[in-house]
């Protein structure tokens, strides 16, 4: 072995050694010495405003500097914000570098539940996941940018997010989960800001029909559309997951569905995102 390649290989260990360090040191926060944790804004123009998000990159990314990464979306739920994946879930460094994906946290808002809203019209935050987040996160970093090489999961109301950007931009998505999903609005009236975003209930069901997910799964049909569907069995969004997996039964949806002891809780999703993280490795491996 020569001294360039002697040296270039110590360099290489110690980067290791560095990177896996640093992916240790995430677990209490965003350490900002940490390139492969990084919190960063990107500008909506929809909303004329810029919106935070953290990027998780796998120890590998600043190594093979000419490889492109798949991205998986990960939502928060109701009253979260772009920090709460990372700082409860802090092994999503392993997770990120053991798959091999780009894992992307965004701010979807305190209750914008993923939508671009009939009734409070700036609240238009389906136009920037399904399109400006995506292509800002493309222009960044080193992605697959192309459904093939994107997935979108999340907790609460960032699960009927997923579903709901999935099945409204199936060119933009190619895996979708949900996690304790809120996945039919339309038993929660008064709940979560839904009327601000939909007008009430009684005066425009419309709305409630229009925008819960559990109403556009025919979407899905005829698509390769990998899902994987799961709730805590002591949740109380139980029933409206159980009606879900019934409805993509009967129209012949493929999707996995499990169903196990928990409650809405972040006990539940720290165990539950390794699976979806997963699954959606299973789909990369096989769609690139």
């Known amino acids: 072995m020569s001294i360039v390649q002697l040296i270039h290989n110590s360099l290489r260990?110690?980067?290791l050694f560095f990177l896996l360090f640093c992916s240790i040191t995430a677990s209490e926060q965003i350490p900002v010495s940490n390139p492969l944790v990084q919190e960063r804004t990107a500008y909506s123009k929809a909303m004329h405003k810029k919106l935070a998000y953290v990027a998780i990159l796998p120890n590998s990314y600043l190594i093979e500097t000419n490889r492109h990464y798949p991205v998986v979306y990960l939502l928060h739920g109701y009253s979260g914000n772009q920090r709460d994946w990372i700082s409860r879930v802090p092994e999503l460094t392993y997770w990120s570098s053991l798959f091999d994906v780009v894992i992307v946290t965004p701010d979807g808002g305190?209750?914008?539940?993923y939508l671009d809203?009939?009734?409070?019209?700036?609240s238009r935050y389906e136009t920037y996941m399904s399109r400006e987040l995506p292509a800002h996160i493309d222009s960044l970093f080193r992605t697959i940018p192309k459904r093939e090489?994107?997935?979108?999961?999340?907790?609460?109301?960032?699960g009927h997010g997923a579903l709901w950007l999935a099945s409204q931009h199936p060119d933009v998505f190619g895996a979708v989960g949900s996690m304790s999903g809120g996945v039919d609005i339309r038993p929660f009236p008064k709940n979560w800001g839904l009327p601000r975003l939909l007008g009430a209930q009684e005066n425009?069901?419309?709305?409630w029909d229009k925008y819960t997910a559990i109403n556009n799964i025919q979407a899905f049909v005829g698509k390769k559309m990998p899902m994987l569907i799961d709730c805590g069995s002591e949740d109380f969004f139980y029933k409206v997951n159980q009606n879900l997996h019934e409805a993509l039964s009967a129209?012949?949806?493929p999707h996995d569905y499990i169903i196990r002891p928990g409650?809405?809780?972040?006990?539940?999703?720290?165990n539950a995102v390794g699976d979806h993280l997963l699954f959606f490795k299973k789909y990369f491996r096989g769609a690139n």
């Open 13 to 15: 260990f110690v980067l």
């Open 110 to 113: 305190f209750d914008s539940w």
């Open 117 to 122: 809203a009939p009734v409070d019209t700036a």
């Open 149 to 158: 090489g994107r997935a979108i999961t999340g907790l609460s109301m960032g």
């Open 204 to 207: 425009r069901p419309d709305n």
């Open 251 to 253: 129209a012949k949806i």
């Open 263 to 270: 409650a809405h809780t972040w006990e539940y999703w720290r």
